[in-house]
């Protein structure tokens, strides 16, 4: 079972593995969210709200819905 950005919990550091569609939204790619990006869980909302991750390479906080964060497939560091 592949784990997905929803998984992690805060403080969780991960490596995108891909995507479970090959229909990605667009503003995915331009945010930042590709295949390699290392990535760390900042803090997630309570009661299924958005989760914000900071990506590695250039230390940006960008928030994601429950249901983007389940369609990335990461692996765990």
Excluded at 7 to 31: C, H, R
Excluded at 38 to 62: D, R, T, W, Y
């Amino acid at each position: 079972m592949n784990k997905t950005l929803k998984d992690l919990k805060v403080g969780d550091l991960a490596t995108i593995s891909g995507f479970a569609s090959e229909d990605v939204p667009a503003k995915l790619y331009e945010m930042g969210f590709t295949p390699g990006t290392e990535l760390q869980v900042k803090n997630k909302a309570p009661f299924g709200g958005p989760i914000c991750v900071s990506i590695m390479s250039n230390k940006s906080l960008l928030a994601l819905r429950q249901a983007e964060a389940s369609q990335i497939f990461i692996e765990k560091k």
